[in-house]
């Protein structure tokens, strides 16, 4: 199967820690790289990762708080310095498009690459990026500003040729992408070979799903079905209920609920308060609901 992986540059939540960056990821997919949020030290975090710059086609802006979007500038400053020549194209949400063009007229008037901008309505579910094997759709999340996660989900793929069946039969070479698209094989003798005996299924369609700063949504599970990987934020423990609820956030308790209601088949954690110094309390409450959950840390890749 073709690499699907989340690569954790950044876990933690708006006041910076000795122990963690704020909100940063890269999304890999069949050879592609996207970044999701890109806070301050993102920059850094990708090198220490050894994720190369050039690789990334796309910026996925969940919100515009500053522990999601302050390195953003930077970055594209820095591209232009590595004499990018490839489109960056940058997705977030609609209202921060006035100033984003302000500040690139500001720090990068001439980066030196095409930088597009894509406005995003956080408040509908709608496929804002689509290629030959992904589609990227946002999901409506509730914070104290605009926001929405994103679900990053493979197209399905042709099934997997039987070489043995295909040997034995001596189909040409010339005939193997009709067969992956379904037709059957028809011999000298009229004899027909059904397609069933000449191919292997195909991989399974995998999907991941960034959920970002939100409030618990008791019908968000509605929109994750048939998730694989879900980071879901976890802010608070359940010590910090009332803070989760006014400052629009989840427990990490929630986000297992959110998690378990879906059917997931993994949970990850972040988005950590600078109080916890141990995240395992999150990690406890979680796995009391949902099993399957992990913590995401810097420099953590998971399979997806």
Not at 66 to 88: E, K, Q, V, W, Y
Request: net charge negative.
């Amino acid at each position: 199967m073709q690499p699907f992986k989340v690569h954790i540059l950044g876990c933690g939540s708006a006041k910076p820690t000795a122990r963690h960056f704020a909100s940063s990821q890269v999304v890999e997919v069949r050879g592609k790289l996207f970044l999701v949020d890109c806070a301050e030290g993102t920059q850094i975090q990708l090198r220490r990762s050894h994720i190369g710059f050039s690789k990334i086609g796309a910026v996925f802006i969940s919100h515009l708080h500053g522990d999601h979007c302050f390195g953003l500038m930077g970055m594209i400053n820095s591209f232009g310095l590595l004499d990018r020549t490839a489109a960056l194209h940058i997705y977030a949400p609609a209202n921060g498009e006035n100033i984003f063009h302000q500040l690139m007229d500001m720090f990068c008037p001439q980066p030196g690459y095409e930088v597009v901008f894509h406005p995003v309505d956080t408040t509908v579910e709608a496929v804002i990026y689509e290629d030959r094997s992904l589609t990227v759709t946002t999901i409506p999340l509730e914070h104290r500003v605009p926001c929405c996660g994103f679900l990053f989900r493979e197209k399905a793929t042709y099934p997997h040729i039987n070489k043995e069946m295909v040997d034995f039969y001596q189909i040409p070479y010339s005939q193997i992408n009709n067969i992956k698209a379904g037709a059957d094989w028809t011999m000298d003798d009229g004899t027909v070979v059904a397609n069933s005996r000449l191919v292997l299924p195909a991989d399974p369609v995998r999907a991941y799903a960034y959920c970002s700063d939100t409030k618990y949504l008791p019908h968000l599970h509605e929109r994750l079905k048939d998730v694989d990987l879900l980071y879901h934020e976890s802010t608070y423990g359940d010590d910090k209920l009332d803070n989760a609820s006014k400052y629009c956030h989840s427990t990490a308790r929630q986000a297992a609920m959110v998690a378990r209601d879906a059917g997931v088949k993994r949970l990850m954690l972040g988005h950590y308060s600078a109080r916890y110094t141990d995240e395992t309390v999150l990690l406890r409450q979680a796995q009391e609901i949902f099993p399957d959950t992990i913590l995401s840390d810097e420099g953590l890749t998971v399979d997806v």
